[in-house]
């Protein structure tokens, strides 16, 4: 059964759009408004990561450490352990692309509750190009034991993620779009740390997803409805925790599975997945998302068609995937 | 509060310390030998005089704090914390042992009183500066100081250069850090493996108060720390020349004792060299 209060104006054309970070900067500065433990560092993307609302408000709380983001997660990791709840910002092919053995041992191993905030992750980051496209993150830290992996679906369940790790305890680390992305949720909407969301019930497949794909596949389960596939899709916005009992019962519902993510599968959000199903409740799997290359430059648009991670084209490897796959243990 | 000890007595607890060492090294089968003894008597000298400590409050919110950076020279550390009482001398038997507390490199989750997890080098004084920023800042903690050691070696880690500059821009006067200039690592001596010269001239260029001290004098040691705590505008880096092995001849200024613990033989000879009556009557009795 839905457990997700969906924005109403969703399938809209004119559903309000806003970029996820600036739903992380909202978060942040209500976060250190009600706790003033929280503080943030920034490694020269102040306004880029949106970290600056926080700035703007707490400047005695914000620390720039310049183009340095090895140091940047260390110097949060001797904050945590004098006692704050640091957020150490960058843009994610930096932050954790450069800086991981950092993260792993002085965060990570040391359990502190430092909060990696990696903006401008996947292809929808657009036009800068490969170099910039961070795709491997979410392999990066879901490896790493302690640490929390938190993906928004919209700026609003951002802005709810932000304050829910800022209190967490744990070390944490939040992915962030750059691009403005279609609201899925409301205000009212629930959002707990590991839960994953039914967003509409289904029993031909399960679309899963997280982070902006959510909204392409709300898309393609209508799509999919007009051709009779009655499709479920669940939104995964932690992936580690994940919510192993939400996703194992949809499978079972509906007896085939399709992931999507803007990263890498192998290993991302899909790898998780997997390991899951192959281990607890082997089914028939399409994982959708960069399938080991690298994205390019052009628009966010652009590059969500060329990728094949538009709600029409998910619609149609959905339509084919049930096709010419067998249903297991459906219990619908 | 932890003891003040006398110049005579730091003498003595550091002899104790490298005796430590090479029983733990000898049990364990493995680890560092060289950098663990040169650094007795700069760790002897922070836990029994200069660090305001409480071994039976790790946590004690007035304490000072102390990362150690190359986290390979641990078995000082333990050593320091045992000899203080932060834990049974006989748990330092464990070190490296499945099961034990005393993790061939820190980890802090598993023992209290240790300030981060360390052994991949560069870390240390990113999370030192952290701490000391804090207190400098966020906290008007003016009493509180913070202390760090970096082997020389580690300095090849660029990260390294990325918290000098942190903390020469935010001026963080209560940050004390050593380097530990021994002139070794793993592949041989550092000017030969990747040259760090001009030592000085790198750090005052950061904007630090930089002293060269004899890093087995402990008068030295403790001088310069208290000259560093008069500086007030800078953060203060304290290159203490040591000799790797200090204190057993036949492992002094060799490098093959970066990374190896001896064996029987060679820990009984160790501790013939540390247990001579010069060592004994010079450092104590006479005084």
Known sequence: MTNYLLNSNVFNDDVEQQPIRAGFGRGLKAAGAANDKIVALCADLTDSTQISLFKEAFPERFIEVGIAEQNLVAVASGMARAGKIPFASSYAAFSPGRNWEQIKTTIALNDQPVKIVGSHAGISVGPDGATHQMLEDIALLRVLPNMIVVVPGDGIEAEKATRAIAENGKPSYIRLSREKSPIISTNETEFEIGKAYILRDGYDISLMGTGIMTYQLLIAANILAGQGINAEVVHVPTIKPLDNQTILESARRTGRVLTAEEAQIAGGFGGAVAELLSSELPTPLLRLGMVDRYGESGTPHELLEYFGLTGQHIAEKAAEFVHNKAQYHRDY | ?287
Request: glycine share 10%; with cysteine.
């Open chain 2, 1 to 287: 509060m932890g003891e003040k000890l006398s110049l005579i007595q730091l003498q003595r607890k550091a002899n104790d310390i490298r005796e430590d060492i090479i029983n733990m090294l000898e049990t364990a089968g493995s680890g560092h030998c060289a950098g663990s003894l040169d650094l007795a008597d700069i760790v002897a000298s922070l836990y029994f005089n200069i660090m305001n400590l409480d071994p039976k409050n790790p946590d004690w919110e007035d304490r000072d704090v102390f990362f150690l950076s190359n986290g390979h020279t641990v078995p000082v550390q333990y050593a320091a914390m045992a000899e203080a009482g932060y834990f049974d001398k006989s748990e330092l038997l464990t070190l490296r042992k499945l099961g034990s507390r005393l993790q061939g490199h820190p980890e802090r989750t598993k023992l209290p009183g240790l300030e981060n997890t360390s052994g991949p080098l560069g870390c240390g004084l990113s999370q030192a500066s952290g701490y000391a920023y804090t207190l400098q800042y966020l906290d008007d903690a003016k009493h509180r100081f913070v202390y760090t050691i970096m082997g020389d070696g580690e300095l090849d880690e660029g990260s390294n250069w990325e918290a000098a500059m942190f903390a020469g821009k935010y001026k963080l006067s209560q940050l004390i850090a050593f380097i530990d200039r021994n002139n070794i690592q793993i592949d041989g001596n550092t000017e030969d493996v990747m040259p760090l010269e001009d030592l000085v001239g790198k750090w005052e260029s950061f904007g630090w108060h930089v002293l060269e001290i004899d890093g087995h004098n402990i008068q030295s040691i403790i001088d310069a720390v208290n000259m560093a705590k008069a500086i007030t505008n800078r953060p203060s880096v304290i290159i203490a020349h040591t000799i790797p092995g200090k204190g057993v001849d036949f492992m002094e200024y060799d490098y093959r004792w970066h990374g190896v613990a001896p064996n029987s033989d060679q820990a009984k000879a160790a501790m013939q060299r540390l247990r001579t009556l010069d060592g004994k009557i010079t450092s104590g009795d006479l005084a």
